[in-house]
C-alpha cells in the first residue's frame, strides 16, 4: 500500500475501520474527495442501507442491523467533539509550546 500523500496520518478516523474495511475506507475516500458534502454523504448512507438490504431479507433483522451500524457511528461521530462545549475536536495534538522570552508577568512582581 502506498502513503497517500493527501492524508492525514495523525486523523484519528483513519485507524478507526477494522481490518480489511480499512482499506475499503481509503479507497472511497478517494473517490469521494473534491465532491459535495451532501453527494458523500447521500452515497454512504445508499451504501449502508444496500449492503444491508442484500444481506437482509427480513425486515426486523434489516432493522436491528441498521440500528446498530447507527449506533456505533454515532458514538464514533460523539467522540470527535469535545463533551464540554460541543465544538469538534482538533485532529493534531497541539504539541507546540509558546515561550515569550521577554515577558515579565507584572502580577508576580507585584505579589498578586
Same mark, same amino acid.
Given at each position: ?17 477494522? #481490518? ?7 479507497? @472511497? ?7 459535495? +458534502?451532501? =453527494? ?15 444481506? %437482509?431479507?427480513?425486515? $426486523?433483522?434489516?432493522?436491528? @442491523?441498521?440500528?446498530? +451500524?447507527? #449506533?456505533?457511528?454515532? $458514538?464514533?461521530?460523539?467522540?470527535? %467533539?469535545?463533551?464540554?462545549? #460541543? ?6 495534538? %497541539?504539541? $507546540? ?6 515577558? $515579565? =508577568?507584572?502580577?508576580? +512582581?507585584?505579589?498578586?
Amino acid at each position: 500500500m502506498t502513503d497517500d500523500p493527501l492524508r492525514n496520518r495523525r486523523d484519528p478516523l483513519h485507524g478507526t475501520a477494522p #481490518g480489511s474495511s480499512l482499506e475499503l475506507f481509503r479507497e @472511497m475516500g478517494k473517490l469521494a474527495s473534491g465532491r459535495p +458534502h451532501e =453527494d458523500v454523504v447521500d452515497a454512504a448512507c445508499n451504501l449502508l442501507i444496500n449492503a444491508i438490504r442484500q444481506k %437482509y431479507s427480513g425486515w $426486523q433483522a434489516a432493522e436491528v @442491523m441498521f440500528d446498530e +451500524h447507527f #449506533g456505533k457511528s454515532k $458514538q464514533l461521530l460523539k467522540n470527535h %467533539y469535545d463533551a464540554i462545549n #460541543g465544538r469538534r475536536k482538533g485532529i493534531f495534538p %497541539y504539541d $507546540q509550546v509558546l515561550s515569550v522570552p521577554f515577558f $515579565q =508577568d507584572l502580577d508576580k +512582581h507585584r505579589g498578586k
